[in-house]
């Protein structure tokens, strides 16, 4: 009987196995997440690769026939990707498509979810119960995966709350191309300064400019950001007009080309520079 069990068992087990959970993701930090949930056990593809920005991106035919065959899609939320209705069409009705930002607290006034361990931790407890609900067999084995994923978050956490904290209350002044550390402003006591939108077609006026240049006389600022993906002709014009220097690029859409391709090198890499360059 005891033998008949293990058999079974065995055979359960191959059946998951055989069965790997097909994935689309559109975010390269949902990529990560999901992976990291799912280990062996989902098959994933990052259609968005790190170092790609997600505001340039869009599908194309290869992308739609993969959505057309996956079980889940993992989209950031509706402001960035602008093509979500393309991808529910491919998707037909039989996959489900998970806007995951939407689900998170402050995603509506910054789409830039990932600047705060805590959206991280929410966005890893959304995707393990969506990964349990489509294999219920392998509950544990996501469970555990998610516990040991959420652990080395918490660590990296405290590595930037204390980073953080080496930066006086009024040093915290957060002059960035576009607006996307809301977030990651609120929950570490910075004041953000956005010359751009939200978006990068949201482009600055003589205006702006102006009362950003203001800002920084103002508040004296040391130093500002630029992203490395983006047009730095008006951070130009900024350093130009106020001797402010640029304190280094950030990864502000999500993770970056290597060595910045995980979301523990996005935290060390923009947390350091902003820190640093701030001091
Ligand atoms: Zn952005």
Redesign the pocket.
């Given at each position: 009987m005891k033998l008949l069990g293990l058999f079974l068992l065995l055979i359960a087990c191959a059946r998951a196995d055989e069965a790997r959970l097909r994935v689309s993701s559109f975010s390269t930090v949902l990529t990560e997440i999901v992976r990291e949930v799912g280990g062996e056990k989902v098959d994933v593809t990052g259609h968005v690769k790190p170092g790609v920005d997600p505001?340039e991106f869009s599908p194309r035919p290869a992308d739609l026939e993969a959505v057309a065959s996956s079980e889940l899609i993992l989209v950031s939320s509706r402001h960035?990707e602008g093509y979500v209705e393309k991808l529910r069409e491919a998707a037909g009705g039989k996959s489900v498509l998970l806007e995951i930002g939407a689900q998170l607290p402050g995603a509506a006034e910054d789409p830039?979810w990932w600047h705060t361990i805590g959206n991280i931790t929410r966005a890893t407890r959304i995707v393990r119960d969506e990964l349990i609900r489509q294999r219920p067999a392998l509950r544990e084995q996501f469970s555990a995966n998610a516990a040991d994923y959420t652990e080395r978050l918490e660590k990296l956490e405290k590595w930037v709350k204390a980073k953080v904290a080496e930066l006086p209350r009024d040093r915290r002044k957060l002059v960035t191309n576009?607006d996307?550390f809301g977030g990651f402003a609120k929950e570490f006591g910075f004041e953000v300064y956005p010359i751009a939108g939200?978006?990068k077609n949201d482009q600055p006026g003589g205006r702006k400019v102006a009362e950003i240049i203001g800002v920084i006389r103002a508040q004296g600022v040391k130093a500002i950001f630029s992203e490395d993906t983006e047009n730095p002709k008006v951070i130009a014009q900024i350093t130009r007009e106020t001797g402010v220097k640029i304190g280094g690029s950030l990864l502000?859409?999500g993770l970056g080309a290597k060595p910045n391709d995980t979301i523990e090198a996005m935290f060390r890499h923009n947390v350091t520079t902003i820190v640093e360059a701030l001091k």
């Open positions: 505001h960035i830039h576009h996307s939200i978006t502000a859409d």
